[in-house]
């Protein structure tokens, strides 16, 4: 199944699948779109691709708003193509690829590339976040009118890997933004907080003597940020939030009316700064693992929807980068494959919640903030057939599964996490059958 690929024109019937409220049914696929939902056995087959689904769970595909898929630059870390593959074997039909790149996502021509590379390889749909700033030197605003109206038709926008840390540089961003409806989202790190910092500040990094990275240095950009966009009134997104401190600015905003969203990434609800202990740059990350305390606010606050929005923040690096000492290691994890196992494993194992918070969380709402319409819908009839189905029963030793990505830099390769994807549609079409890329990079 992996090596062939699908009659496009063929229509396909899900049987037995679990929806997303719990319930057994069917579901077809015609045409791109849902045009039958039943029941389980209460449609015809009708000569179409029959799918047993048995078990399976039922998603609206994912939707990240926060990937580094390197090129153009860093094609020796990952390709849109490599990625986007990643993507689709984790579930996702829509990704953001992040502006730091070589040449910086900085103008309409870098951001064009980026999404037509993404149409070419057609695992998923990949969309471009333009940079705020000029080479994300944090100085001069970057071509956001230009990349907005752009073909990329860009509506996020991010100078993430560095802080916007000039505060009129930030306002008049975020004023930008408001004419076409964009949204910053902003890297919270004060950079002279964080100078030389190794890993999250606390008992393991006065242990190991590494320079701390204190948790004051997210939050005091996240409180002035906030106020910044009450004061425009314009939208800002708080990418990888980390800390118990920042969750309580967050909610405090929300509170206030303030148009703030934000989101954690997978390794912040599993991962602690107690791994670093074992001096492995696998676990070298920005922001940094932090305490088994903030895991637990972060879990709760994405439960609460004070945080939006899981977003992996997939960072692939080569081995050369990764396998280092310590201090000259490169941060950042892989994160697109592994992404719904982790959230599986942290927040429904753990019976903090739902597949309908999920589906929410790494659906609905990142396609909501990141204003793109043909994902993260109700799987409904008649709407565009992006969705997944999940084997939710099966656990996994992650360090045996063949990856797709071109990097290796996987945290949980030592873990065994539950779920596997078994299908993806894109479009109304498999793109993964079986557990299995169509058509194989």
């Not at 956001?144 to 109206?149: N, T, W």
């Not at 004060?190 to 320079?211: C, F, H, I, W, Y």
Request: overall charge negative.
């Amino acid at each position: 199944m992996g090596n062939s690929s699908m009659d496009i024109n063929a229509t396909y019937l899900l049987k037995k699948i679990r929806s997303v409220e719990g319930k057994e049914i069917d579901l077809r696929i015609a045409n791109g779109v849902i045009s039958e939902l039943g029941q389980a056995d209460a449609l015809a087959k009708n000569e179409s691709v029959l799918i047993d689904g048995s078990g399976l769970q039922l998603l609206p595909g994912l939707v990240d708003l926060h990937t580094h898929l390197r090129e153009p630059g860093r094609e020796d870390a990952e390709t849109v193509r490599s990625g986007s593959a990643a993507a689709a074997m984790g579930g996702f039909t829509a990704v953001h690829a992040m502006a730091n790149t070589d040449p910086v996502a900085d103008t309409a021509g870098v951001v064009e590339q980026v999404v037509r590379l993404g149409r070419e390889a057609g695992y998923c749909d990949v969309f471009a976040v333009g940079a705020v700033t000029q080479g994300l030197d944090g100085r001069e605003l970057a071509e956001l009118g230009a990349m907005a109206h752009s073909m990329a038709n860009v509506r996020v926008f991010s100078d993430d890997g560095k802080c916007v840390f000039d505060s009129l540089v930030m306002r008049r961003a975020l004023e930008y933004v408001k004419q076409f409806d964009g949204v910053i989202a902003q890297h919270a790190q004060d950079p002279r907080l964080t100078e030389n910092a190794q890993m999250n500040e606390g008992v393991v990094s006065s242990k190991l003597g590494l320079a701390g990275w204190p948790a004051v240095a997210e939050e005091a950009i996240i409180a002035r940020d906030v106020l910044l966009a009450e004061h425009v009134g314009a939208r800002l997104h708080i990418c990888h939030v980390s800390t118990a401190g920042s969750v309580e600015i967050i909610r405090w905003a929300k509170a206030r009316g303030i148009n703030v969203t934000a989101e954690v990434t997978p390794h912040h609800l599993l991962l602690t700064d107690e791994l670093v202990e074992s001096y492995d740059p696998i676990f070298k990350v920005n922001p940094p693992l932090r305490t088994r305390e903030d895991v637990t606010a972060l879990r709760a606050a994405l439960v609460d929807g004070t945080i939006d929005i899981v977003a992996t923040d997939h960072a692939p690096h080569p081995k050369e980068s990764k396998e280092c000492e310590w201090n000259e290691a490169a941060n950042g994890m892989l994160g697109l494959e592994t992404a719904l196992s982790v959230i599986q494993e942290s927040i429904i194992e753990t019976k903090l919640t739902n597949w309908e918070t999920v589906a929410a969380r790494m659906s609905y709402k990142p396609a909501e903030i990141g204003r793109i319409t043909e994902h993260g819908l109700d799987l409904k009839v008649g709407a565009r057939a992006n969705l997944i189905l999940v084997n939710t029963a099966i656990r996994r030793n992650v360090g045996e599964i063949k990856s797709v990505s071109k990097s290796s830099n996987n945290p949980y390769a030592s873990l065994t996490l539950p779920g596997r994807v078994m299908y993806t549609f894109l479009h109304g079409q498999p793109i993964v059958s079986r557990g299995e890329l169509v058509q194989p990079l």
